[in-house]
């Protein structure tokens, strides 16, 4: 499967953006999916995820109640919400599939697909 992620940018702290990722090439509801960062520095982090229908979800605790995951079968997309953006958000957002049923994996060596990578700024 191919992804080609996309909406990130420059937002002032406390604002919001909205990821999108669309892919190709396989049957988009038999990958469970999810998203990962990479600030300066830093190891690339599990932020959220989604099961292949939408039914399970998780987030990475920095995350909760502000970023939100979703997904469109129909339209081959899956979706980052996120609110009240803060400085230490940062960094350059990467989807990713997951080819196996079960539990949304949250190590980076279990995702065989990956995206290009979309850079979110926030200033203070």
């Known amino acids: 499967v191919q992804l080609q992620a996309s909406g990130g940018g420059l937002v002032q702290s406390g604002g919001s953006l909205r990821l999108s990722c669309v892919a190709s090439?396989?049957?988009?509801?038999?990958?469970?999916m999810a998203w990962f960062r990479q600030a300066p520095g830093k190891e690339r982090e599990f932020v959220s995820g989604?099961?292949?229908?939408?039914?399970?979800?998780d987030y990475a605790d920095s995350v909760k109640g502000r970023f939100t995951i979703s997904r469109d079968n129909a339209k081959n997309t899956v979706y980052l919400q996120m609110y009240f953006l803060e400085p230490d958000d940062t960094a350059v957002y990467y989807c990713?599939?997951?080819?196996?049923?079960?539990?949304?994996?949250?190590?980076?060596?279990?995702?065989?697909?990956w995206g290009q990578g979309t850079q979110v700024t926030v200033s203070s």
């Open positions: 090439g396989r049957t988009f509801s038999n990958y469970n």
């Open positions: 990713a599939a997951d080819r196996r049923v079960g539990t949304i994996r949250i190590h980076t060596s279990l995702y065989a697909y």
């Open positions: 989604i099961s292949q229908l939408g039914g399970r979800t």
